[in-house]
């Protein structure tokens, strides 16, 4: 289920002919009058409960859920004030002017960040028992995770457009299996694990039959060994990155100790000791020469690999409109 405009979307009625023009002042307009800049989790909750209520097994369910993104609400607190005082701070610290924040303005972007995602974390675990009490849950797979942090001036600004830092790539991944599976819950994994690793961790588990084709293509490994108690069979998790609008690279380089950030705008690269500095605040390139080395291969093998599978490939030119920009730019998408 996916609910992207304000405005419903009906493939073969009215909305669908009306000039995107239109339709973008449309939604602006409509925007004004919503309090929240996002439908909020409780709303997409009744969706999805609806959804699962009138859909055959086996199924599967994917949702972005949008409340703790900028601009922050305090929480539930959904007046027309906190709208437009949320989405004019929001602007002022990642789009226009995050060197003008004032110490009052970054403590109540923290503080609203925090009630969102305890506004976040509640409604989550009212879906879960709504689940729960349907008879549904102990049957199903439940996987929480965040595709990106946000900062908030640890390297000069608010979003998530710098460079792979950890306040940015160090995400929630919590998996919550059937209760008839052999896994231990609860557990904490401390092992660097990748987001990559989730297909192929659910595939895994229900035992899927895949083809020779589908397992050449397939990216990342299963988790189930981890959980078990063995290592994963890699000790570097990477994070890649394209800003939109860039054709330049940003990557992460991340095992334990170390942390190798290449910021392909500038061709330049940092290195930064988790164990001494897990802020990363202090480049040691220079007096760790072998272990720069090291990250620099594993770059050049990315950047290679990159060349290698694009090779050939096409990306069409799509036509973007204002009313997408516009929505880009709210994000923090610069």
Avoid: C
């Amino acid at each position: 289920m996916f609910e992207e405009n304000i405005l419903p979307f009906d493939p073969d009625g009215l909305v669908n002919n009306v000039p995107d023009e239109l339709l973008r002042y449309a939604n602006k307009f409509a925007r004004i009058f919503q309090r929240t800049p996002y439908l909020p989790i409780e709303k997409i909750n009744d969706n999805l409960t609806e959804w699962i209520d009138t859909t055959r097994e086996p199924w599967f369910l994917w949702t972005q859920y949008m409340d703790v993104h900028g601009p922050y609400l305090p929480g539930d607190d959904f007046t027309y004030a906190n709208k437009f005082r949320a989405e004019r701070l929001w602007r002022k610290a990642a789009v226009n002017a995050p060197e003008e924040i004032t110490s009052d303005e970054h403590d109540e972007l923290w503080a609203n960040y925090g009630k969102e995602v305890e506004y976040l974390d509640r409604e989550i675990g009212n879906f879960l028992n709504d689940l729960s009490s349907k008879g549904v849950l102990e049957d199903t797979i439940v996987i929480v995770v965040g595709d990106h942090g946000d900062e908030f001036n640890e390297h000069g600004k608010y979003g998530h457009g710098n460079l792979p830092y950890d306040e940015l790539i160090h995400v929630p991944l919590i998996i919550r299996f059937p209760e008839s599976a052999e896994v231990p819950q609860p557990t904490n994994k401390e092992e660097i694990v990748r987001t990559i690793d989730i297909l192929p961790t659910i595939l895994d588990f229900v035992d899927a039959d895949l083809s020779d084709e589908m397992n050449d293509r397939m990216e990342g490994e299963s988790l189930m060994p981890v959980l078990q108690g063995q290592e994963p069979s890699y000790d570097i998790a990477v994070t890649e990155k394209e800003m939109r609008g860039e054709d330049y690279l940003r990557f992460g380089f991340r095992t334990t100790k170390w942390k190798y950030l290449y910021d392909g705008k500038h061709e330049e690269g940092y290195l930064y000791d988790l164990h001494d500095d897990p802020e990363e605040s202090t480049d040691v390139a220079d007096e760790h020469p072998d272990v720069v080395d090291r990250f620099e291969t594993v770059l050049t093998d990315r950047l290679s690999s990159i060349e290698q599978t694009s090779e050939g490939i096409t990306i069409p030119d799509i036509e973007q409109g204002k009313g997408v920009e516009e929505r880009l730019e709210a994000l923090g998408y610069k």
